[in-house]
């Protein structure tokens, strides 16, 4: 696991060493970077395959490939032999060594060889070409900008922010999608000028040359007759084989490995499995709340936690969390992802604590989203349900309507025609799903999933110098679980319903069919109680004046609706939105 950033078309090693520097939390044992007067490639290390061995960037036998990535190849114990089988000459054990062999083999189809989560950057120099690769879901970030007719890349935004000469402009496009999504969509971010490479796509530089930007992999729900005619103990059977095996593939380490457990059926399981797997006493992790701040649903998954912790002897830790220190740790958190963020935060405070005790941990990321658990996948099982890019934009933190009255007149002018409505009707345009369960689970695999639920799980933990896992996410599993039927997800308003078939052979019913609570931070009943003072101190008008780009009018009407009888999560939403925007503002343009 490593951070790596790089130029293309000129080498510029004092930029890179500075854009590496920044990225010391995600690679603290070693850094490093190689080039000339064509490139420069360097790679932050955290070390945890061939921990001796296994520095970057690696090239091939003539020095003329250079390979850096941030991730790990779960295949690599099957594609190294048949390198060296092929007349590869190899010398560590270290993963990332394969990939400018496996460019010679495969040129730019190499993302369709490995399998992991990767952000990989590969320079030819003979050809003069970089290429640059993300996994196939998302895990691994790398956001790239061109200036001039140089290409620089990094894994996170504040690499890119330190380039001589980088201009910080709001991307206003952007910052509309945001205040809907709670998240800035791929391929936006925040910035002019910089963009993200979406999930299972690739880069080609070529100096003079348009970039090429293009998929390599996809995955498809549509319906699969051999799928479908499983009966439901057979797809459970097919689920637990594949989710084992992610769960084995993902404790390829050096390292000491842990485990998030949060009581809930999905981390649960992916311990349960792995203690069966591993060849001793594996560490569990769970995050709880001052007891002001517990609600009852957070204290049964304490409890079940804490059942699981001792059904499986593993070495338990708990980590505590209380509402006094949000406000710093937002900035705290901010710094990690470098734009505005209003999804779940939680994973920073379990990440601290794990890092205190390993490099690595597995999480039960994905479930949820393969399967069908949140409030639009149960809306969309209903008899009759059909599902459409406007029938998602209902569940949105602020519609376009109520953007528009936000807005400044000429911000709302400037994004008349750039709609986050639009961007679920590109969604929805390519589904491969005929039934309104898929349809949504599929568009939001693709859309929210990496771009919320797996951006936080990567800067949370990173943040903390932690690599994190998940067996959900094993391509074979997403693929076949991908193909079930619906009736297999979500059956007569039960959800995950083929996983809980599984689950039942390792759990009582009183732990798997209980509500769900999972990591979330009690944040509605803080902002409600306690946050009222520093909300407004945040949104005051002389705060807003700084960018003047939102109505006083209408923050204080949101505001004031929160504070005042019968306010839900929905009004929590969007005045924490605003809040998360303003202090982001004025860490990083004011």
């Given at each position: 696991m490593c951070g790596i950033a790089g130029v293309f078309g000129r080498g510029d090693r004092a930029t890179v060493d500075a854009m590496l520097a920044t990225l010391h939390h995600r690679g603290p044992d070693d850094g490093f970077a190689v080039g000339n007067e064509r490139f420069t490639l360097g790679a932050r290390r955290l070390s945890i395959i061939d921990v001796e061995g296994g520095r970057q960037p690696m090239s091939d036998e003539s020095g003329h490939i250079w390979a850096a990535q941030n991730g790990e190849l779960y295949n690599y114990p099957q594609l190294r032999p048949r390198l060296l089988a092929g007349g590869h000459v190899l010398h560590t054990h270290c993963d990332t060594e394969i990939l400018p062999h496996l460019y010679q083999e495969f040129d730019r189809a190499v993302p369709e060889h490995i399998d992991g989560m990767f952000a990989i950057a590969i320079w030819d120099d003979e050809r003069r070409r970089g290429l640059l690769a993300r996994d196939r879901l998302g895990k691994k970030p790398l956001y790239y900008c061109v200036i001039g007719d140089q290409l620089h890349f990094a894994s996170e935004l504040k690499a890119l922010l330190v380039i001589p000469g980088f201009r910080l402009e709001l991307n206003l496009e952007a910052l509309n999608h945001y205040l809907s999504l709670k998240h800035v969509p791929h391929p936006h971010t925040i910035f002019n000028h910089v963009a993200i490479l979406p999930p299972a796509h690739r880069l080609i530089f070529e100096p003079y040359a348009p970039l090429r930007v293009e998929r390599y992999w996809d995955v498809s729900f549509a319906p699969d007759p051999a799928v479908a005619g499983l009966s439901d103990e057979d797809a459970a059977a097919e689920v637990r084989r594949l989710l084992q095996q992610g769960v084995e593939r993902r404790l390829m380490s050096d390292v000491p490995i842990g485990f998030f457990l949060s009581g809930g059926l999905d981390s649960s399981l992916s311990t349960a499995l792995a203690a069966e797997a591993a060849s001793g006493r594996i560490k569990t992790f769970t995050l709880t709340y001052g007891e002001d701040s517990t609600t009852p649903g957070k204290e049964e998954d304490r409890r079940w936690a804490r059942w699981v912790a001792e059904?499986?002897?593993?070495?338990?830790?708990?980590?505590?969390?209380?509402?006094?220190?949000?406000?710093?740790?937002?900035?705290?958190?901010?710094?990690?992802?470098?734009?505005?963020?209003?999804?779940?935060?939680?994973?920073?405070?379990?990440?601290?604590?794990?890092?205190?005790?390993?490099?690595?941990?597995?999480?039960?990321?994905?479930?949820?989203?393969?399967?069908?658990?949140?409030?639009?996948?149960?809306?969309?099982?209903?008899?009759?349900?059909?599902?459409?890019?406007?029938?998602?934009?209902?569940?949105?933190?602020?519609?376009?309507?109520?953007?528009?009255?936000?807005?400044?007149?000429?911000?709302?002018?400037?994004?008349?025609?750039?709609?986050?409505?639009?961007?679920?009707?590109?969604?929805?345009?390519?589904?491969?799903?005929?039934?309104?369960?898929?349809?949504?689970?599929?568009?939001?695999?693709?859309?929210?999933?990496?771009?919320?639920?797996?951006?936080?799980?990567?800067?949370?933990?990173?943040?903390?110098?932690?690599?994190?896992?998940?067996?959900?996410?094993?391509?074979?599993?997403?693929?076949?679980?991908?193909?079930?039927?619906?009736?297999?997800?979500?059956?007569?308003?039960?959800?995950?319903?083929?996983?809980?078939?599984?689950?039942?052979?390792?759990?009582p019913a009183a732990m798997i069919d209980r509500p769900k609570e999972g990591f979330l931070m009690p944040v509605t009943q803080w902002f409600q109680r306690d946050l009222e003072g520093y909300v407004r101190t945040t949104l005051a008008p002389e705060r807003l004046a700084l960018h003047r780009l939102f109505r006083q009018d209408r923050v204080d009407a949101l505001v004031n609706r929160l504070y005042r009888a019968g306010s839900d999560y929905h009004d929590v939403n969007r005045v924490m939105s605003l809040v998360i925007f303003q202090e982001w503002y004025e860490l990083y343009l004011a």
């Open positions: 059904r499986y002897g593993t070495d338990h830790h708990e980590e505590q969390v209380a509402f006094t220190g949000f406000p710093e740790s937002i900035r705290k958190i901010l710094r990690c992802f470098d734009e505005p963020f209003a999804g779940v935060v939680s994973s920073y405070f379990l990440s601290q604590l794990i890092a205190q005790h390993v490099k690595v941990a597995l999480s039960g990321d994905g479930a949820d989203e393969l399967f069908g658990s949140y409030r639009t996948h149960r809306l969309a099982a209903e008899p009759g349900a059909v599902v459409d890019a406007g029938w998602r934009s209902q569940f949105v933190v602020f519609t376009e309507a109520e953007k528009r009255e936000l807005f400044q007149p000429d911000v709302s002018a400037a994004l008349e025609c750039k709609t986050t409505t639009g961007l679920f009707e590109d969604a929805f345009a390519r589904l491969t799903a005929t039934d309104p369960l898929n349809q949504v689970l599929e568009a939001e695999l693709k859309t929210v999933f990496p771009d919320q639920v797996l951006t936080y799980g990567d800067r949370l933990s990173m943040a903390h110098s932690l690599e994190v896992r998940s067996a959900y996410l094993d391509t074979e599993f997403v693929e076949f679980v991908a193909r079930l039927p619906a009736r297999m997800k979500i059956r007569e308003g039960e959800t995950k319903y083929a996983l809980k078939r599984v689950a039942r052979e390792y759990f």
